[in-house]
């Protein structure tokens, strides 16, 4: 099955199993209830700093970083920040929510501003675990609802609950081991970027790019991860050699895919964005529309990895026919 034939078989199971919208549409509705969790005066700070080193002429002519910049971009990042975000796990397990990607237009709601580095650490880290667990529910909705390949599709509540469990605890030591593997990467390579930045700022910003390349292809290759978690529900080893294993068979297809998908959500984002100009009633229609392309492109991820899996087992059982 091709890209184009996953994705709109992704929204056909979607549009037959509308019960599916819910979870999404009811953590946009508690990030709308809930108070702004800002951390505007940390970022502030921060973009103070970054504003006195773009002062230093020296500073600013040795940074491989447009210090003026980061120091604007910090500023207005403050202003819309929201700890509560971490509610929505988009990133691992594919969460739809208007109000994470567009926070400007929950408008002038309560706002709790935290000025403790401490306490934002510590409120980060409960929203985000709080995250993962609705992720890790919300993919196993979605599983048990794809009609494709092996694997119960009718558990009672208490095996599903345990299963969501599992995959939680197996998500965040998942995260915990990558977190410390890209630590070993990241040090060096941001002493060898700062090293090669200070010979020549040339240098630097193409190391840097080249850094970036690097982590990039990195999760390219960890992409399927947290699939393989959830729907073969594999431990955290056999998850990634299982990811690795299929995009390196399936490297250009799955960059197509990363890269049409996020298309598809990137546009379908910026329309959004005008709708929910319409006041409350274009924010309704726009949560609902946004649900429902974030679920149709999250079950598209699922039968693209179900699909590819089937054939590459086939292709084994072939060769050793």
Do not use: C
Not at 288 to 310: H, K, Q
């Amino acid at each position: 099955m091709g890209i184009i034939d996953s994705i709109s078989t992704g929204y056909r199971f979607v549009s037959q199993r509308p019960g599916l919208l819910l979870l999404p549409l009811l953590l946009d509705a508690l990030l709308w209830v809930l108070p702004r969790w800002s951390i505007s005066p940390l970022l502030g700070r921060l973009a103070d700093f970054y504003t006195e080193m773009a002062a230093d002429p020296q500073l600013a002519e040795g940074s491989p970083f447009a210090l003026d910049q980061m120091s604007e971009l910090l500023t207005v990042f403050g202003e819309t920040s929201n700890l509560a975000q971490f509610l929505v796990n988009g990133l691992l397990y594919h969460v739809p929510s208007l109000l994470a990607t567009l926070p400007g237009i929950k408008g002038s709601h309560p706002s709790v501003e935290v000025d403790s580095i401490g306490a934002a650490g510590l409120l980060s880290l409960l929203f985000g675990l709080a995250g993962l667990l609705i992720g890790a529910t919300y993919m196993n909705l979605l599983a048990q609802n794809l009609p494709i390949g092996e694997g119960p599709k009718a558990l009672t509540l208490n095996i599903l609950a345990g299963r969501i469990v599992r995959h939680w605890l197996r998500t965040i030591g998942f995260l915990v081991f990558f977190g410390l593997g890209l630590l070993m990467i990241y040090i060096p390579g941001v002493i060898g970027v700062t090293v090669l930045a200070l010979i020549s700022p040339v240098l630097g910003s193409g190391a840097l790019f080249l850094f970036g390349g690097l982590i990039m292809v990195i999760l390219l290759y960890l992409y399927f991860v947290t699939t393989a978690l959830v729907l073969d529900d594999l431990a955290i080893g056999s998850a990634v050699r299982r990811s690795i294993h299929l995009v390196r068979k399936n490297f250009w297809p799955t960059v197509g895919f990363v890269l049409l998908t996020t298309l598809i959500s990137t546009g379908m984002g910026l329309l959004f964005r005008q709708v929910t100009q319409w006041h409350t009633l274009g924010v309704a229609f726009a949560t609902l529309g946004n649900t429902f392309i974030g679920t149709g492109l999250a079950m598209s991820l699922l039968v693209f990895y179900r699909t590819r899996i089937l054939a590459m087992q086939q292709q084994e059982t072939d060769s050793f026919a």
